[in-house]
């Protein structure tokens, strides 16, 4: 059964420092990985997508990573922001057909 | 920028009534598509949408959905006769690539509550 399965399930961590966020995905065959990030009561906004052939990506503070072959992805948050807390989650596209496979996400608290 | 928008941003109804949430996607965007998310639960996959028709619906897409898009901006989700499960915040999104590689944007949801 296509799964994506996100750890750890919540993070609190203090505004400046780093974290990375993991994902785990048993979708095949594979088209790309994409990492939203949803705050409270709004919509997921895209923040990376990769393909199968990419290894790491980055948008700002953010840089996502990519093993094909282990079927594992991270999301490195650099220098966090109060604003960067949010769910963060790992979405996954078959190569078969048009929906995204959604993890349960990360939930992420940055305090001061 | 230009954004995807839903109305409206709460809905209450009574089971076994009829609702009709609306989307407008971005304006050159081609594919829409429908997800809803069950509180504490993931985000799934309702439809897809292209060129007037349905392209891939998922189980949950029963006959008591249906999809309409009755002019050329409005992206419209129907449930004929909602049931206390269908309480969830539905999220339009939209594209403007065919690859599969394209981004999808969201709207900021309906949050649909069946008493």
């Known amino acids: 059964k296509n799964q994506v399965e996100q750890s750890p399930q919540s993070l609190i961590i203090l505004e400046g420092k780093n974290c990375t966020l993991q994902?785990?995905?048993?979708?095949?065959?594979?088209?790309?990985l994409r990492w939203y990030k949803q705050d409270t009561g709004r919509g997921p906004v895209s923040l990376t997508i990769?393909?199968?052939?990419?290894n790491t990506k980055s948008n700002g503070r953010y840089t996502a990573t990519l093993d094909a072959d282990t079927k594992q992805s991270s999301l490195h948050i650099t220098a966090s922001q109060l604003s960067d807390s949010a769910s963060y989650i790992c979405?996954?596209?078959?190569?078969?057909?048009?929906?995204?496979?959604f993890g349960k996400g990360t939930t992420l608290s940055v305090s001061s | 920028e230009p954004e995807v928008t839903q109305t409206p941003s709460h809905q209450v109804t009574q089971m076994g009534q009829e609702v009709i949430l609306r989307c407008v996607p971005i304006s050159n965007h081609l594919y829409f598509y429908w997800y809803r998310q069950i509180l504490g639960q993931k985000v799934e996959f309702l439809v897809s949408f292209y060129n007037n028709e349905i392209s891939e619906k998922s189980e949950i897409f029963d006959d008591q959905f249906s999809v309409e898009r009755p002019d050329g901006s409005n992206f419209t989700l129907k449930i004929r006769s909602t049931k206390l499960e269908d309480s969830a915040m539905y999220f339009c999104a939209s594209s403007g690539e065919k690859g599969s590689n394209s981004p999808l944007h969201f709207g900021n949801g309906t949050r649909l509550t069946v008493t």
């Open positions: 979405v996954v596209r078959g190569q078969a057909g048009t929906a995204l496979i």
């Open positions: 990769m393909t199968f052939s990419e």
């Open positions: 994902c785990n995905y048993t979708v095949s065959p594979f088209s790309n």
